[in-house]
């Protein structure tokens, strides 16, 4: 093997300062999940594990590694909402994501706000400029290669309703730049900002 590789198997660790792949699947968009427990508890926390899964119907996902506070309060109610992090939400989201017991409201502890949803009981985060009502459609525990299952729940939500801030309707296009996303990078600090620098068009080859 060239020695212009740095070559390992994961299952025999990766020989570096820091595992490198958070860092090379990224930047990735932040799943800010809001929750609450059956007995009304509100949750709020990031996850760095998160994507869209499918266009009709619109589903997301995000993965749980450890059984947090979420997964609890989804399993409970079947409901979630994703908030969009943004780079003027960054501190917030930060402190949302500080390892505080179960009866600690993170909105408060945040400063944010909960305003209440139109479809899902679960309230989402009122300065945010966009928010997806979720139902949940699965949750599923990961496994191995070889079928043994790790602590780790991949938890998929249909969107049932979207909230977005008509300033980022351009034209009736959503502006992703406009909004400033902010993504998570692989190191233990890393995180990107989205801006209109980073635009390239191209569109698909036509049959």
Excluded at 112 to 130: D, F, G, H, I, N
């Amino acid at each position: 093997m060239s020695d212009d590789i740095h070559f390992y198997e994961p299952a025999k660790g990766h020989g570096l300062p820091h595992d490198p792949f958070n860092a090379i699947v990224g930047p990735r968009p932040i799943g800010w999940i809001s929750s609450q427990s059956a007995e009304g508890q509100l949750n709020l926390a990031p996850y760095s594990f998160f994507t869209a899964f499918n266009y009709v119907p619109p589903i997301i996902g995000f993965s749980s590694i450890g059984r947090k506070d979420s997964l609890n309060n989804i399993e409970q109610t079947g409901e979630f909402v994703w908030n969009l992090a943004t780079r003027s939400l960054a501190d917030a989201m930060n402190q949302s994501c500080a390892p505080v017991a179960a009866d600690i409201n993170e909105f408060e502890l945040a400063g944010l706000t909960p305003v209440a949803s139109k479809v899902v009981a679960v309230p989402r985060v009122l300065e945010t400029p966009v928010s997806f009502e979720c139902k949940v459609t699965q949750i599923i525990q990961l496994q191995r290669a070889d079928k043994e299952v790790v602590p780790t729940w991949l938890i998929l939500g249909e969107v049932v309703a979207v909230h977005i801030a008509k300033a980022l309707l351009k034209d009736g296009i959503y502006d992703t730049a406009a909004a400033e996303p902010i993504l998570r990078g692989g190191g233990p600090a890393d995180y990107f900002q989205l801006g209109p620098e980073s635009l390239f068009r191209m569109f698909r080859p036509k049959a």
